[in-house]
Nanobody, 124 residues
Framework: QVQLEESGGGLVQAGGSLRLSCAAS????????VGWFRQAPGKQREFVAA????????YYADSVKGRFTISRDNAKNTVDLQMNSLKPEETAVYYC?????????????????WGQGTQVTVSS
């Protein structure tokens, strides 16, 4: 089973950028679809982005298209989320998640492995 650990969160001003990284243990990381989700205080967790096993397909929530970029390096067992033009309402705990099966990328219930999350705070 793959284990996930997020890093790269922090405090940034509105309009700024952050790069989150999800590091995975295990030799089968390339077999997993990986997604990023976020949960703001008092709100439900929501889908942000996902990437296929071979990185040939990426998926984004409408709210982040054009500003966020997801990428992966299977040789390093990492998936990154580059976030640009951040907004205060995007303050949240950001989680990476992994699953074996393709499809339904935005549904958190389809992901079996989760990291502990990393806090992103965007100040106005």
């Amino acid at each position: 089973q793959v284990q996930l650990e997020e890093s790269g969160g922090g405090l940034v001003q509105a309009g700024g950028s952050l790069r989150l990284s999800c590091a995975a243990s295990g030799r089968t990381f390339s077999s997993y679809v990986v997604g990023w989700f976020r949960q703001a205080p008092g709100k439900q967790r929501e889908f942000v982005a996902a990437i296929s096993r071979s990185a040939d397909s990426t998926y984004y929530a409408d709210s982040v298209k054009g500003r966020f970029t997801i990428s992966r390096d299977n040789a390093k067992n990492t998936v990154d989320l580059q976030m640009n033009s951040l907004k205060p309402e995007e303050t949240a705990v950001y989680y990476c998640a992994a699953k074996v099966w393709s499809g339904s990328y935005s549904l958190e219930g389809t992901y079996s492995r989760w990291g502990q999350g990393t806090q992103v705070t965007v100040s106005s």
